[in-house]
C-alpha cells in the first residue's frame, strides 16, 4: 500500500472517534436513507437545508455539513457530491475535514527520514 493511501486511511479512521457513530446514529435519515448516486435534490428532501454548503477544493463538486446531537454532545456529518451533483460520499467528519483529508492524500511523499541509504 502506497503512503499516501494509507495516510488517508490512518486519517479518516482518527476522525470517525472511539464510538461507532452509526451504531448511535443509524436512525438519522441522512445515515439510513441517503445512498451514493442521489441527487442533491434528494438529499434535501431526506436531511433539510444542510448548515453549511460549499465548494470542494481537491476534486469538483460540493459538500453539505450537518451536525447531529445525542446526550449534549455535537457530531458533525457530511453529504459529498461529485461534479455532477451525486453522492459519492457521507461519512461523520466535516467537509473541511474531508477536504483536507484528500489534500493530504495527494501530497508528493517526502523523501526524508524513513530507511535512507545516504551517508551509511
Known amino acids: 500500500m502506497n503512503k499516501s493511501a494509507f495516510a488517508l486511511i490512518a486519517l ?3 476522525g470517525t472517534g ?3 457513530n452509526s451504531s448511535i446514529y443509524h436512525d438519522q435519515p441522512l445515515v439510513s436513507k441517503v445512498d ?3 441527487s442533491k435534490e434528494q ?6 437545508k444542510p448548515l453549511a454548503e460549499t465548494e470542494r477544493t481537491v476534486v469538483p463538486g460540493t459538500c453539505f455539513d450537518y451536525m447531529f ?3 449534549g454532545q455535537k457530531q ?15 461519512s461523520f467528519m466535516t467537509c473541511a475535514q474531508w477536504s483536507h483529508a484528500q489534500q493530504k492524500s ?10 535512507g541509504g545516504a551517508g551509511y
Open 12 to 14: 479518516l479512521s482518527a
Open 18 to 20: 472511539c464510538t461507532s
Open 36 to 38: 451514493t448516486g442521489m
Open 43 to 48: 438529499v434535501l428532501q431526506i436531511g433539510g
Open 69 to 71: 446531537t445525542h446526550a
Open 76 to 90: 458533525p456529518y457530511l453529504v459529498s457530491f461529485d461534479g455532477a451533483g451525486k453522492v459519492d460520499k457521507t
Open 106 to 115: 495527494r501530497q508528493p511523499v517526502s523523501n526524508m527520514g524513513g530507511m
